[in-house]
């Protein structure tokens, strides 16, 4: 079966909402409604369009959904990991569906109907187990900055990760950089 639908854009949703919470500094970049509906409507790009208004309630449930799937990257291992992406599933209902949408007939596990967070939680759960099913837990990963905590699967094709993004592999660079200068000096 062919679930390719869920290993691109859905994992970027899932990292991507995990670090709307900076785990160091804790800044919040969901702090209203209206960044919810923001923060989907910013990622369905090609994916299924849901509607949502999001409120109060759902930003709650959605701030509990991300600190779920925080816990995926933080888990001692893959079966660790591999109860609490069961455990989301199984709070959206993600039940598979056959979608006749687009280019032809496919799967879809999310609801189209029922709230932001079980949308989230379904696509964003699928996206993670497709991930850990082709790639392995080893390639889910958090930052290796010391001001940096972001998660990140890494793609690369020798696992080579060690930063959430080019940004902290530049700052780290340069800080290891200046600190081999002042041995030298
Ligand atoms: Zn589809
Ligand atoms: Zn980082």
Redesign the pocket.
């Known amino acids: 079966m062919d679930f390719s639908h869920y290993s691109d854009q859905p994992v970027q949703i899932a990292v991507d909402l995990v670090n709307t919470l900076d785990a160091i500094s804790s800044e919040e970049k969901l702090t209203s409604p209206e960044d919810v509906s923001d923060f989907i409507h910013g990622h369905d790009g090609d994916w299924c369009k849901p509607g949502w208004k999001a409120d109060e309630s759902d930003l709650e449930e959605v701030k509990l959904l991300r600190s779920r799937l925080r816990q995926v990257f933080d888990s001692a291992d893959e079966k660790e990991a591999a109860e609490v992406i069961n455990s989301i599933l199984s709070d959206a209902v993600a039940v598979p569906r056959l979608s006749l949408h687009g280019e032809g007939p496919h799967l879809h596990f999310e609801t189209e109907e029922d709230s932001p967070a079980k949308w989230l939680g379904a696509v964003t759960a699928m996206g993670l187990t497709v991930a850990l099913i082709e790639g392995g837990y080893e390639r889910f990963g958090r930052?290796?900055?010391s001001?940096?905590?972001?998660v990140f699967v890494d793609t690369s094709r020798n696992r080579s990760r060690r930063?959430?993004?080019d940004?902290?592999t530049t700052r780290e660079n340069v800080a290891a950089h200046r600190a081999r200068q002042r041995k030298e000096v």
């Open positions: 930052c290796n900055s001001t940096c905590a972001d930063h959430c993004s940004t902290c």
